[in-house]
């Protein structure tokens, strides 16, 4: 941690002679088109972009859009359960019911393959990626753009979903329901086929140009861990995303022409469709969270103003946890027809993949302990996470412990952990994220007060919504259910008003974050102080990010940072006083190569 006369002295030197700043050139902002540009142009510019952060901000939008569209549904699903009986969403208990089952299937499906997996990867990582290698662009921008268009055309075909006759099998597909079912199976698979092709393309060109693009002095264990986190993610998408596919495409085969793969009539399996999903989906349930983990890896040291806390542990793990991500998917079929000594092995295996998961955590807390806590947001964001990561992870293992899933399984238990861990830790992680890069991606300031407040509401409506979920499951409620006993209702109707307040503190942060565009204070280069490559570029970037080549120093050493009241941010500043002249030297300002 940084010592308060250290920063006293830096203060004076940079007063003293300002030409001690590290100079960052300023240009004309990515969302800027030079001046002339007819409006036909402009819209070309972004529609044809190959610009990584443009791309990037198209991806954002649309994935706040799924959300929203999510987040819908699930309210729908919310207040059918206000109370008992089914009434809200029909009729007669009959539309009621089958209405039910459309509205969780669709905020599911929305929710997982719309919004979580590509949220961080593809709108943030996008951005970012790049920047941090103190790179130019990716190394395949035509396919970083296609990799869009592929999202949007999966987008397409859950639209054409919704408008036909919609979902009804829940997020899963499971056979034998999803081969008879009349609703829009076959619109929908073909929407998540084509989606996993967008998450494989953005996958490959992660892996590449992480592999081929880090700059001189940037080794492996330089690298920042937002892209360790990123890397490992990309690993798995580009292996685990094609046995989706081809499950997918068994399936429309056996609906479409009876096949008799997962038909018992004809020779075939049911279960054998669960292990073909959870062969993928369980190894993506972790590209949901590792880049997730990615962020609250470079959030936590910012704001805490100290060195990350056991830097290769935490890369290992990612890569770890990638692996033995690999292995377990057997632990969502306990209940089915797999052997004991699988179910036994698969529990076994279960359990390993929380180590690598706490080792994070213990790091995380690790670099927190007696260093120079900002709660910021995006901090309180990245504390939310700890705690809601922890709680998700820990209920993980009560799951994976074979005993005791055999109650807990299809309960609002499973519910309930599964949120804590996609909504609790993900999507938590990506408003983490959001925050803390906002000023770079799009030049302004937001008010911190009412972001913090918004995250304050963020956080009690979630625990709200979902806690009580664990006791309901607990207690016997099954998922999926339209109708529950009285004994339920105030444990559903806790979680009804919480899903109330979350609204609301996500519709506050958003607000927040919006009017910031229109009203904003103009953003420094680096208000938080950090120091990974992409705060080396001005607020917002250029086209090109980097006009000098960045220094890559090491990205967690903030000695060399102080607040600048005249910039309303932190400067780097050299020659370093306390290091020998050679420092400057070491850190030459050539022009970028890219
Ligand atoms: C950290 C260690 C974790 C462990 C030990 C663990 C364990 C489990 C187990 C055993 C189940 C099956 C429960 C059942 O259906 O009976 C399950 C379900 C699930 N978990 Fe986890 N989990 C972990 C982390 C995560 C993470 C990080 C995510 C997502 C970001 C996640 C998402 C899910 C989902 C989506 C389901 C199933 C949902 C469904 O059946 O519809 N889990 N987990
Ligand atoms: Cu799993």
New binding site residues.
């Given amino acids: 941690m940084i010592s308060q006369s250290r920063e006293h002295s830096l203060l004076e030197a940079i007063t003293a002679d300002p030409s001690r700043k590290v100079y960052i050139p300023q240009g004309r902002s990515y969302l800027q088109n030079p001046p002339g540009t007819t409006f036909w142009q402009g819209v070309a510019s972004w529609v044809f972009t190959l610009d990584h952060k443009r791309i990037g901000v198209m991806y954002l939008c649309g994935v706040m859009f799924s959300f929203l569209l999510g987040g819908l549904f699930a309210g729908a699903v919310r207040m059918e359960l206000w109370n008992g009986t089914p009434d809200l969403l029909g009729d007669t208990l009959q539309t009621a019911q089958d209405n039910y089952n459309q509205m969780f299937t669709l905020h599911?499906a929305v929710m997982?393959f719309l919004f979580?997996i590509p949220s961080i990867p593809a709108a943030l990582g996008n951005i970012f990626l790049p920047m941090m290698l103190g790179a130019k662009d990716v190394a395949f921008p035509r396919m970083n753009l296609a990799s869009f268009y592929l999202w949007c055309s999966g987008a397409i075909f859950f639209i054409a979903t919704l408008l036909t006759s919609g979902l009804d099998t829940?997020?899963?597909f499971y056979t034998p329901y999803s081969t008879t079912t009349s609703t829009s199976v076959i619109l929908a698979t073909m929407g998540v086929f084509i989606l996993g092709f967008s998450s494989i393309f953005t996958g490959l060109n992660f892996v590449v140009t992480v592999n081929t693009m880090r700059p001189k002095g940037m080794t492996w264990f330089k690298m920042p861990l937002f892209l360790w986190g990123i890397y490992a993610t990309a690993i798995i998408q580009v292996l685990a995303t094609p046995v989706l596919a081809i499950t997918l495409v068994l399936l429309m085969c056996e609906r479409l022409m009876g096949i008799g793969i997962f038909d018992p009539l004809l020779g075939g399996d049911p279960v054998l469709y669960q292990h073909f999903f959870w062969f993928y989906?369980h190894p993506a349930?972790?590209i949901?969270?590792l880049p997730?983990m990615a962020i609250i890896s470079e959030v936590i040291p910012v704001y805490s103003r100290k060195h990350i806390f056991g830097y290769t542990f935490i890369a290992y793990s990612s890569i770890a946890i990638a692996l033995l991500g690999f292995l377990?998917w057997g632990?969502?079929m306990?209940?089915s027809t797999e052997s004991k000594l699988a179910a036994v092995i698969f529990s076994a295996l279960?359990?390993t993949?929380?180590i690598p998961?706490a080792i994070k955590v213990f790091n995380w807390l690790a670099t927190m302990y007696k260093g120079s806590i900002h709660l910021n947001t995006a901090m309180l964001y990245a504390l939310a996470f700890i705690i809601q990561?922890t709680i998700?992870?820990l209920t993980?293992?009560f799951?994976?412990a074979l005993a005791v899933?055999v109650h807990?399984?299809?309960t609002y238990f499973?519910v309930a952990?599964?949120h804590y861990?996609?909504m609790g830790?993900?999507l938590i992680a990506f408003l983490a994220g959001i925050h803390h890069w906002w000023p770079k991606m799009f030049g302004k300031m937001y008010n911190e007060r009412l972001a913090q407040i918004a995250s304050g509401l963020v956080f009690i409506g979630f625990n709200l919504t979902f806690f009580p979920q664990f006791i309901l499951g607990t207690q016997g409620m099954p998922r999926r259910y339209a109708a529950y006993k009285p004994e339920f209702q105030f444990l559903h109707q806790l979680s009804t008003s919480g899903y109330f307040v979350l609204g609301a503190g996500l519709v506050m942060a958003a607000a927040v974050l919006i009017y910031s565009l229109f009203r904003g204070k103009k953003a420094p280069n680096n208000p938080w102080g950090a120091a990974t490559l992409e705060w080396k570029c001005c607020s917002p970037p250029t086209t090109a990010n980097f006009e000098i080549q960045p220094w890559t120093g090491s990205p967690y050493v903030y000695d060399d940072f102080v607040f600048d009241p005249d910039e309303g941010g932190y400067v780097e500043v050299l020659p370093d006083l306390h290091r020998s002249a050679a420092v400057p030297a070491e850190r030459p300002a050539v022009p970028a190569t890219h």
């Fill in positions: 599911g997982t979580i829940g997020w899963t989906s349930v972790y949901m969270i997730g377990v632990h969502h306990f209940t279960t359990f993949v929380s998961s990561f998700g992870g993980g293992l799951l994976g899933d807990l399984h299809d499973v952990h599964f861990v996609m830790s993900t």
